[in-house]
């Protein structure tokens, strides 16, 4: 079997779609499983529309209606097949306005109707191109989550419910279209796994049905370089190892959700990203080996918007199990910590700013004097042996010397993988390019 994933632009309207059928029909012999996201911009409408509801009591869920309509109708469905959903939409919608307020749980069960719409539009239309096709919810073929609602992950045994609801439910001959982002938790409430989390539910039941492949179909020829909205002369790159796709997935390459590498990695399933608009490129593949590397460094990611924590306490000095009281608290408060420094008497770390952050400094207060600094960027260079990259710190810290953007911070992980810099968000449009420069366009 073959799990093949395809994403909101590759699903952004019929002209998408059409590309979508060929590329599925063209692996029909080795038994496709599609994976979709919601068409593009439609999780967006519908978290506007609960929000509206919520906020201002309107429920308005015609944008969101008008949207998916109109994809149907470019894709020749009979008007009425998403009836059921609509309708639903339109009165949980209601419901919001009336007690205005959208928890977490409800928020995922309005965001959920794009899947659980664009799967049904998707194979209707396949099936009535020719290449018989079966809208599947995931959570009726097994993917059972956990009740942490945004963020959901699958249940203990759920790959032995996968493939006991395959033998039940999936037909050799007909391509099971399975929803992208969502779950259920045991008790029947609707999850989601996260943003962008249809790739992590793709590798999931690519790892459960053991596929030979776990395929991510997007909007660019592989992973990159780095961001090609940022960087015109990113570059493809052919093969990457686990390790290094996740690093880079994790410090914001745009191309794959960060966990979906976790249930490919333990499956050891390759996982090939490609392009919807170029079928034949051949993108790129990550296994566990990886391939022959491109370079000393394989891409670099940023992600913006980042806050710096840093604690000074003269009670560091000499002291024993200071940092563990530090990440102690960031651990109970469950705050994600990026990049750390520490000198004899401050500790600065990098995070996302959240609730959790807000929480976690005013408990930090009793360790030291706190400060936040906001709207940073973590730029992140990866590479397969960095440690072993003569002169690489020194090519990157001239670059940007050279474009004069200062670095607020620096990391360079033991395991060599990648080299981290944290600058400000306003100068990365500006260090992601002279770094790109100084390590792949400049022989
Ligand atoms: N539709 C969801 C989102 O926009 C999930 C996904 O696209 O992967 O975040
Ligand atoms: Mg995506």
């Given amino acids: 079997m073959l799990v093949m994933k395809f994403g909101g632009s590759s699903l952004a309207d019929g002209a998408q779609v059409k590309k979508v059928l060929e590329i599925v029909r063209a692996?029909?012999?080795?038994?496709?499983?599609?994976?979709?996201?919601?068409?593009?911009?439609?999780?967006?409408?519908?978290?506007?529309a609960a929000r509206q509801a919520a906020s201002q009591g309107i429920a308005d869920a015609e944008p969101v209606v008008q949207r998916q309509k109109q994809v149907m109708a470019e894709l020749g469905c009979q008007e009425d097949l998403l009836d059921a959903e609509l309708g639903e939409l339109q009165d949980l919608l209601r419901g919001i306005s009336l007690v205005r307020e959208a928890s977490p749980r409800v928020m995922d069960h309005v965001q959920g109707f794009g899947?659980?719409?664009?799967?049904?539009?998707?194979?209707?239309?396949?099936?009535?191109?020719?290449?018989?096709?079966?809208?599947?919810?995931?959570?009726?073929?097994?993917?059972?989550?956990?009740a942490n609602f945004g963020a959901a992950r699958p249940a203990a045994g759920f790959e032995a419910r996968v493939q006991a609801a395959f033998q039940v439910q999936v037909a050799a001959d007909v391509v099971p279209v399975i929803t992208g982002f969502?779950?259920?938790?045991?008790?029947?409430?609707?999850?989601?796994?996260g943003r962008n989390g249809s790739d992590y539910t793709a590798s999931c039941f690519a790892a459960a049905v053991g596929a030979e492949e776990c395929q991510i179909w997007t909007d660019t020829d592989g992973v990159m370089t780095s961001d090609p909205n940022l960087i015109p002369a990113a570059r493809n790159i052919p093969e990457m190892s686990f390790q290094e796709a996740a690093e880079l997935a994790y410090y914001g390459g745009r191309v794959l959700h960060p966990s979906t590498l976790i249930p490919a990695v333990r499956a050891n399933i390759p996982v090939r990203v490609l392009n919807t608009n170029r079928p034949d490129h051949p993108g790129t593949v990550i296994t566990e080996a990886g391939g022959k590397p491109i370079g000393d460094v394989t891409s670099i990611a940023y992600k913006k918007n980042q806050s710096v924590l840093t604690i000074t306490s003269a009670q560091?000095?000499?002291?024993?199990?200071?940092?563990?009281?530090?990440?102690?608290?960031?651990?109970?408060?469950?705050?994600?910590?990026?990049?750390?420094?520490t000198s004899e008497v401050s500790v600065?770390?990098?995070?996302?700013?959240?609730?959790?952050?807000?929480?976690?400094?005013?408990?930090?207060?009793a360790l030291g004097r706190v400060t936040v600094a906001h709207g940073k960027s973590l730029v992140c260079i990866v590479g397969r042996d960095l440690k072993g990259v003569h002169g690489l710190a020194?090519?990157?810290?001239?670059?940007?010397?050279?474009?004069?953007?200062?670095?607020?911070?620096?990391?360079?992980?033991?395991?060599?993988?990648?080299?981290?810099?944290?600058?400000?968000?306003?100068?990365?449009?500006?260090?992601?390019?002279?770094?790109?420069?100084?390590?792949?366009?400049?022989?």
């Fill in 27 to 48: 692996q029909a012999h080795r038994r496709p499983v599609v994976v979709c996201s919601a068409h593009k911009g439609i999780t967006d409408a519908l978290i506007r």
């Fill in 115 to 146: 899947e659980r719409m664009s799967v049904r539009a998707v194979a209707d239309f396949f099936t009535r191109s020719g290449l018989a096709a079966k809208a599947h919810d995931a959570f009726d073929l097994g993917f059972i989550t956990d």
């Fill in 182 to 193: 969502i779950g259920k938790t045991e008790d029947g409430a609707l999850t989601t796994v």
């Fill in 316 to 341: 560091m000095l000499g002291q024993h199990g200071f940092l563990a009281r530090v990440f102690e608290i960031m651990g109970r408060r469950e705050v994600d910590v990026d990049m750390v420094s």
């Fill in 348 to 365: 600065s770390m990098t995070c996302a700013p959240s609730v959790h952050l807000d929480r976690a400094v005013s408990d930090l207060g």
């Fill in 394 to 443: 020194g090519r990157a810290f001239s670059a940007l010397g050279d474009a004069a953007i200062p670095v607020e911070m620096i990391s360079h992980g033991a395991n060599a993988i990648n080299l981290s810099l944290l600058v400000d968000d306003r100068q990365v449009e500006f260090a992601v390019p002279a770094l790109h420069h100084a390590l792949f366009e400049r022989a």
